[in-house]
């Protein structure tokens, strides 16, 4: 059954430094997500993207983030000069459709910890 | 703006018993509620979704009917089995074409032989 795959399973890193997550959507999906989970925390939409470009973001997602889909394959969530407070768990979906009732297919994560 | 209230947990239960999780959202529009899984070391997976109001969402013996006059979306199964043990999720995504699905905080489920 195909599925969407996250690396790497644990990332450290020091505070200021960039770090890129990387997700392999499923293959014939058009629409990627990223969302995180704060330890303790709900689990938080960041991004949409769609066409090569985001379709929505959240508030969250401010000018540390940035996404991209550098091929046919990988889709990539990127944060500049890490802060304590990105520690976090990060989820990348994809989804066939977008829309109300589109089902989201999640990989198991990137759990981020920044020191 | 839009949110999702569910019962903080962990839920421990006895095999057999009877599960209900409470879930309740706020959402301006015509929402879509879905509930998610997630296994231990897994990504979250869908269990059920219902898109309008009096819809019932269903699988693996799990059920949630999209009740719109107490904006509810309560998950229940009859009789839990171990397997049954996760976390489980429940989201939202507002009308109008907007995507981001939006999460309650996730209820830990415990089931004991």
């Known amino acids: 059954e195909p599925e969407v795959t996250q690396t790497p399973s644990h990332q450290v890193t020091q505070m200021g430094q960039e770090v890129i997550l990387r997700c392999v959507p499923i293959?014939?999906?058009?629409?990627f997500y990223w969302y995180r989970q704060i330890l303790g925390q709900k689990v938080e939409f960041l991004v949409s993207?769609?066409?090569?470009?985001?379709?929505?973001k959240s508030e969250i997602f401010d000018d540390q983030f940035s996404v991209e889909r550098p091929d046919g394959s990988n889709f990539t969530l990127k944060i500049r000069s890490t802060k304590l407070e990105d520690s976090a768990m990060y989820f990348c979906a994809s989804s066939y459709s977008s829309g109300g009732a589109n089902e989201q297919f999640f990989g198991p994560g990137t759990r981020l910890t920044v020191l | 703006g839009d949110s999702v209230t569910q019962m903080e947990g962990p839920v421990t239960l006895s095999e057999e018993a009877f599960l209900t999780i409470n879930c309740t959202y706020t959402?301006?529009?015509?929402?879509?509620l879905f509930w998610y899984v997630q296994y231990p070391g897994e990504g979250l997976q869908l269990l059920l979704k219902?898109?309008?109001?009096?819809d019932k969402g269903s699988n693996k013996g799990f059920e949630a009917t999209y009740r719109k006059e107490t904006t509810s979306f309560h998950l229940e199964k009859g009789s839990v089995q171990v397997s049954d043990s996760a976390v489980y999720f429940c989201a939202l995504t507002a009308g109008g074409g907007a995507d981001g699905l939006t999460f309650g905080k996730g209820t830990h489920l415990i089931i004991q032989p």
């Open positions: 293959s014939n999906h058009l629409y």
């Open positions: 993207f769609y066409n090569n470009e985001i379709s929505e």
């Open positions: 959402a301006t529009g015509y929402p879509s």
């Open positions: 219902a898109t309008k109001a009096d």
